[in-house]
């Protein structure tokens, strides 16, 4: 019987790509496969024949000498896929389940090679800050206990003289492969971990690792207008990566103390300020607190009651890298006076038989309203 052409059993023309040989394969390789039609003799020898085909068409060497000379072009060389299950079927089984199943194995063939050089772990360092040294930034110095490139062995693990050696286990590949039918599984080289060398002398400083625990001190850069929970990284400052690889990197986690006169929100400034019940009427100034460390004048109009609000345009936070300033806000409370002089007592007794409605508008507006409240309500 002859053979039918190979592009034919795969259902493609002659200018079809790897891709969609290789997609071909997979779609109909799948629905003929032995294990999915136990028993079928047509869906077993369509099988063969697809694999067959594959074998010629995957290879660009062995696809141009088909184009060129057809079946001819294999005979007398041994020809893997007419046998169906011959040398090469579970070199073209592990492409496909390697396209199909690679990701949940662990990764595709590319991804076999690993670096031995495995990144350092990144840091993290909490930092608290004053309101003061938000607002004007500074540079603090922080001591952090982290690991660093041993100096004995320069990171590679290995004592001084010598070098690590590939790994006679998976030959420096970090993983190693087993055949289970079909299928070919992936796994991490038991020998190395994963590194694809070994280390027969290791530094006796390091213990092979090649990095040790130091305590380091540096220098960081506080900007202007910080907020709580801002974060800084600082780029290669973290732990030093296993065995020579890239150093992880430090994050500065800020957070703000509390004020003793200042509340923030965002880049405002709140102050409460206390005033005297005869500045409240009579009117006048108070000085107040800035939080740039200097003091402002504010004029308290005359009768001023509690929880007005003052605006200072441009006396609250900076905003971070920006030219923008926030306000200051000054709140006051009016203070009742307590623990009375006999002639303060009679000085405020003389000015309560002076107050009417004119002076206390609003209390006397209210127990007005209470009065005829009362007074209309029946027996």
Do not use: W
Request: charged share 30%; aromatic share 8%; hydrophobic share 30%.
């Amino acid at each position: 019987m002859a053979k039918r052409d190979y592009y034919e059993v795969l259902g493609l023309s002659r200018g079809a790509s790897e891709q969609d040989i290789k997609s071909a394969f997979r779609r109909l390789a799948k629905d003929c496969h032995p294990d999915r039609n136990s028993g079928d003799k047509s869906a077993e020898h369509k099988f063969k024949e697809l694999n067959e085909a594959y074998e010629a068409l995957k290879d660009p060497q062995k696809r141009a000498a088909y184009d060129q000379f057809g079946h001819a072009a294999f005979d007398g060389s041994g020809r893997g896929g007419s046998h169906g299950f011959g040398p090469d079927f579970a070199s073209s089984m592990s492409d496909i389940f390697d396209d199909l199943f690679g990701e949940f194995m662990g990764g595709r063939r590319g991804s076999r090679s690993r670096s031995t050089r495995e990144r350092g772990a990144d840091l993290r360092y909490n930092m608290e800050v004053t309101l003061p040294e938000a607002y004007e930034g500074k540079t603090a110095q922080i001591r952090v206990p982290t690991s660093v490139v041993c100096e004995g062995c320069n990171g590679s693990g290995a004592k001084a003289g010598t070098q690590p050696s590939a790994c006679a286990t998976c030959s420096g590949a970090g993983k190693v492969r087993a055949s289970q039918g079909f299928f070919t599984i992936e796994r991490t080289c038991p020998s190395c971990q994963g590194r694809g060398e070994t280390i027969s002398d290791p530094c006796t400083i390091c213990s092979g690792s090649g990095r040790v625990v130091k305590e380091r001190t540096l220098s960081v850069n506080i900007p202007a207008g910080v907020e709580d929970g801002t974060r800084i990284r600082l780029a290669g400052e973290g732990e030093a990566g296993l065995r020579g690889g890239p150093a992880g990197d430090l994050y500065i986690f800020l957070s703000l103390k509390l004020h003793e006169f200042f509340q923030r929100d965002g880049a405002d400034i709140f102050c409460r300020v206390p005033i005297s019940m005869t500045t409240a009427a009579l009117g006048g100034h108070i000085d107040v607190p800035t939080v740039d460390g200097g003091k402002t004048r504010v004029r308290v109009p005359e009768g001023t009651e509690t929880g007005k609000q003052f605006r200072l345009k441009g006396k609250g936070m900076p905003v971070l890298r920006s030219k923008v300033t926030g306000d200051m806000y000054i709140q006051v409370e009016v203070e009742t006076p307590k623990n009375l002089t006999a002639r303060q007592r009679e000085l405020l007794e003389s000015f309560e038989r002076e107050s009417n409605k004119e002076t206390s508008p609003h209390s006397s507006g209210f127990f007005a309203k209470v009065k005829e409240f009362f007074e209309g309500k029946p027996n």
